[in-house]
């Protein structure tokens, strides 16, 4: 195609999750592996797998879809700073369907919309619903808008809070486990659900102009695939196709990739499928790139977890460090030749240039995102 | 190169919801049904997509990508699911309806039954049919290499029809299938329309007679199947923070 194709950077990052608020905290939660998980009160989790959930601490306010709004709105203030609002666009993934039942007033499925308005924000809102992979999915979606210069800077991401719906109907489907997330583990036995919202700012960047400002990481490249065999159950070969489509749209070829943050949710088929789709794509050089998840020590955000986990890449490429797998001892034999990170605390990387980032969602949704340094 | 954005097919139709409603308002008794119906409907909803998708001709499921938009997705499933709750029914909560709880179940029940591959987004909010068809738009802009299966579908319930200041509507799906001209031509694809491109403005005043998120495509569908219809068609809708339209000219 002969459209112009802007480069896209992060410029900017927001976020609050069970680690606390603001990037800080995050960063914090990542190579401490310390975040909130108390036990749930909001509802009744007898007899339920897992009776915890990750909170954002000291963050209070409504409950529900009213929380995710909340959430949402603490990360985005975070992300703008001293941004002219009047055309910023605000693309934010979600799990949530809204206010159940609808009332007369009350939004229901439009996250960003209502975001968009509470937090001033005059471009375009756009709500993305693609199951745990919303957050990255629209991510993907922002950075159309931004290349293609319809929105001059796009804040996006995801967010949602813990209700009982979201809990127990993942309860029911035997996802949770009794310890939360303990990707790549034997003793992985599901996930842990969390609540929390992360946002990254993008905006156009030219590099070759001398006066641009340095942003934080350029958003490389993106893929999308819905893929699998059975809407309950992961593919790995549309994982692969993300990530492939991915490395396509960056420009780069897999030996280019020096890091990958994987979903890693630590479910037997979870794991196992998105190992299976990466040894596909890196061959035995994958043994040689470090690997990790964040949910071991975040657990699952839902629609956010996409988001944090891209913003995570951010963090590592401008700290130059890798955070660990925590919850990964002991490590599942399949992953025995991997170089998954599992150090007690950051490990640095001062030559990181690419990151990785792999997000999947019921239903067969994959995403993968390539962030690199400026 | 002409990268304009032309439809090569369409299909629109209903998607009856009237036994689901009745199974919800039926309670306890009607929980179910309305297991059935959330498994049925979004069959139906993807025979609709296949529609179109035959209608297209020869295009290669891997290559195409699918962008659905829905006011409402099947927030049905979280109405039923707060009522067993409510009623301390825990148990019968219906692990195979929790797959559709996130809108984008019904567009991953599309992937699957048709073996699509590409690109996959599911749009949510009042907007969402033309933020759909402008989404798919970018993505042809960027990367045109393949169709887009563009549609929305909506199974609006009763309670979400009143919220809305709206009468109970039946469900719902429409589909556009959407190429770049250069790759209509080279497949030898039969145009139908020439599509504009999805402008934002002011959002009317007045609350639309049509709220689904379907009613823009439905429009556009019916506009370039009728041989009496007029030669161009604009569609408009009305988002949360923005209106949007969108024009097609007829080809042919």
């Keep these: 195609m002969s459209t112009t194709r802007a480069t896209v950077a992060v410029t900017g990052l927001g976020v609050c999750g069970p680690g606390g608020v603001g990037v800080p905290a995050l960063w914090e939660a990542l190579t401490t592996g310390k975040a909130h998980h108390p036990p749930l009160t909001d509802f009744d989790t007898a007899g339920a797998t897992l009776g915890a959930a990750g909170h954002v601490p000291g963050h209070t306010g409504g409950d529900g879809v009213w929380r995710a709004l909340d959430l949402a709105e603490t990360a985005v203030r975070e992300a703008l700073d001293d941004v002219d609002r009047e055309q910023v666009a605000l693309v934010l993934g979600t799990t949530d369907p809204g206010v159940v039942p609808p009332r007369p007033g009350h939004f229901t499925g439009d996250l960003a919309g209502a975001c968009a308005e509470r937090t001033g924000l005059g471009g375009e809102a756009l709500t993305i619903a693609n199951a745990s992979a919303s957050g990255a999915a629209a991510i993907a979606v922002a950075r159309d808008l931004v290349a293609l210069g319809e929105a001059p800077t796009a804040v996006v991401g995801g967010a949602d809070a813990v209700t009982d719906m979201a809990f127990l109907g993942l309860n029911s489907l035997r996802t949770l486990g009794p310890e939360g997330c303990r990707p790549f583990s034997t003793e992985r036995r599901g996930i842990g659900v969390s609540e929390g919202a992360a946002v990254l700012r993008l905006e156009p960047y030219d590099e ?167 | 190169m002409d990268d304009s954005v032309v439809i090569t097919a369409v299909a629109s139709g209903e998607v009856d919801t009237a036994e689901l ?170 145009v139908l329309a020439r599509l504009g491109p999805v402008e934002t403005c002011p959002p009317p005043l007045e609350l639309a007679a049509d709220i689904r998120a379907t009613a823009p495509l439905a429009e556009l569908a019916a506009v370039l199947t009728d041989d009496g219809a007029p030669a161009t068609t604009t569609v408009a809708v009305a988002g949360r923070r923005h209106g949007y339209r969108c024009t097609a000219h007829k080809e042919g």
């Design chain 2, 21 to 190: 409603w009745q199974a919800h308002a039926a309670g306890a008794d009607g929980w179910r049904d309305v297991n059935k119906w959330t498994r049925e409907l979004p069959e139906r909803i993807a025979e609709l997509a296949g529609q179109a998708l035959a209608g297209a001709g020869d295009t290669d499921p891997g290559d195409t990508a699918c962008v659905i938009g829905s006011v409402y997705g099947a927030g049905h499933v979280a109405e039923t699911m707060r009522a067993r709750l409510d009623a301390g029914a825990r148990s019968s909560l219906a692990p195979e309806s929790f797959l559709y709880f996130n809108a984008h179940g019904v567009t991953s029940l599309i992937c699957l039954r048709h073996r699509l591959r590409g690109y996959c987004a599911t749009v949510l909010g009042p907007g969402a049919g033309l933020q759909a068809l402008a989404l798919a738009q970018r993505r042809l802009r960027l990367a045109g290499d393949g169709p887009v299966l563009c549609g929305a579908y909506e199974m609006l319930s009763p309670a979400a029809a009143r919220a809305r200041d709206s009468d109970p509507v039946t469900g719902w799906a429409a589909f556009l299938v959407l190429e770049t001209a250069a790759r209509a031509r080279e497949r030898g694809a039969r």
């Design chain 1, 208 to 374: 070759a102009a001398p006066d641009a400002v340095t942003p934080l990481a350029v958003l490389a490249g993106c893929g999308l695939t819905n893929a699998t065999g059975h809407l309950a159950a992961p593919g790995a070969d549309g994982i692969e196709l993300a990530v492939r489509l991915a490395l396509a749209d960056a420009g780069l070829a897999p030996e280019d990739i020096d890091f990958v943050n994987t979903h890693g949710p630590g479910t037997r088929r979870g794991d196992t499928a998105e190992i299976e789709a990466l040894r596909a794509v890196f061959g035995t050089r994958l043994s040689s790139i470090p690997v990790n998840s964040v949910k071991g020590v975040l657990w699952h955000l839902q629609g956010g977890a996409g988001a944090v986990e891209a913003m995570a890449c951010v963090l590592s490429l401008t700290h130059g460090a890798v955070t660990p797998t925590w919850g990964a001892e002991p490590v599942d034999p399949i992953c025995a030749d991997l170089d998954l990170v599992l150090e007690d605390g950051p490990r640095r990387l001062p030559g990181l240039r690419t990151a990785l980032s792999v997000s999947c969602g019921l239903g067969g949704m994959n995403t993968a995102l390539i962030f690199r340094r400026p």
